[in-house]
């Protein structure tokens, strides 16, 4: 039967993927790239789209939460899923971080106290719904790359908590402690889960279809770790950067290393997957987790490439850039079409029947 367009929004609603606010993680990533190479115009537009793409991503979940809280509680539980609910703490963390490039500290600020304390609750309900409500063979099978978006809230929260920390005199302290904590927490963490996934990938074996776009996250994860040493070794000094600086330093450039070694891998694996295995490249909202981490790995490379006096590394990360920008033009219009065909079909049931993946 033919439904009216309400229909088909709240249809859209309740498979909305948790993991969505990966677009407001590229987008603001390659606005804070744009901006520190001098292209200030392009950076605000894409400020202005990270924006509105994070206060609509926050209504419809809010929307959602209400109006399907079974809906919600299942992907909370879906050790496929749940994980990709950290792309809220990131892409808020994102955002704060560009518009404090712009001299916005107190709305930076605000969402830096907003990512922490969703952060913390997410940090012990997400694992525990998932791992520990559980049997052991069922979690592992299940696991994939979006576990590594873990360790990016962490690593984000260690960026904006040290972007702050020199405009924020009475916090100094403070927010120098968080910096280097959840910079830590985010290495730990990056360690167990690539463990886990090696086990995980060895025990079930390796699938085309399996391998998807959020696995790029691995990449991602290593090269927000970069950032965030660079960042926490820019730091003003504290008690804190004076005995963290040297170890940020030699540990970002240990990430970026890594980093870069497994992008190669990456590309061969997506060959593997579309090429020789024929495995359809459609759009899926996963697709933002590929250009953020191309984005992220270009602006941690010119960050640590100036901080560190490394002008290969700058110069790799500014090629890196373009790359990333390039692919985000390209998903953003593959999203922008997605929407409108959803929003124009002619059964609810087209929608209905989506698959709710994570990003």
């Keep these: 039967m033919t439904q009216g367009l309400a229909e088909r929004v709240l249809a859209g609603v309740r498979v909305l993927p948790p993991g969505y606010f990966a677009l407001v993680m590229a987008t603001g990533i390659l606005s804070v790239g744009l901006h520190a190479e001098g292209f200030l115009v392009a950076s605000e537009a894409l400020l202005v789209i990270a924006a509105i793409a994070y206060l609509l991503l926050v209504v419809l979940n809010v929307w959602r939460i209400v109006a399907y809280p079974r809906e919600v509680v299942h992907d909370f ?5 749940a994980f990709f609910f950290y792309t809220f703490v990131a892409g808020t963390n994102v955002l704060g971080t560009r518009l ?10 605000v969402l830096l ?15 525990w719904a998932v791992i520990l409500d559980r049997r052991g063979k069922e979690t592992l099978s299940g696991m994939n790359g979006a576990w590594f978006v873990w360790a990016v809230a962490c690593q984000s929260v260690a960026v904006l908590s040290a972007t702050l920390e020199p405009e924020l005199p ?19 963490l990056y360690a167990i889960i690539g463990i886990t996934v090696v086990v995980r990938l060895l025990v079930y ?10 696995y790029w996250v691995a990449m991602g994860a290593a090269s927000i770790t970069v950032l965030a040493g660079s960042h926490v070794v820019e730091m003003k000094a504290t008690a804190m950067t004076a005995v963290t600086t040297s170890l940020a330093a030699g540990g970002s450039v240990v990430f970026w290393s890594f980093a870069t070694w497994l992008i190669p891998v990456l590309v061969a694996v997506g060959w593997w997957r579309h090429v020789t295995h024929k495995v359809p490249l459609r759009y899926e909202p996963a697709l933002w987790s590929i250009v953020f981490p191309l984005g992220m790995y270009a602006v941690c490379g010119i ?8 002008p290969v590394v700058a110069w790799t990360g500014r090629i ?37 993946d994570g990003a």
């Design 320 to 356: 890196f850039l373009w790359l990333a920008l390039a692919a985000w033009l390209v998903v953003f219009i593959a999203t922008c079409v997605h929407l409108v065909r959803s929003m124009r079909r002619t059964h609810v049931d087209d929608i209905s029947r989506a698959p709710v």
């Design 113 to 127: 106290g907003l990512s922490c304390l969703v952060w913390l609750v997410l940090g012990y309900a997400v694992p």
């Design 205 to 214: 074996g390796i699938t085309p279809e399996g391998m998807g776009p959020p």
């Design 100 to 109: 404090a490039v712009d001299g916005d500290t107190l709305p930076a600020a």
């Design 303 to 310: 960050n640590l490439g100036e901080a560190d006096a490394l």
């Design 77 to 81: 539980r879906s050790p496929q899923v």
């Design 170 to 188: 009475p916090l100094r302290a403070f927010l120098s402690i968080i910096a280097f904590a959840s910079w830590s927490v985010g290495i730990i």
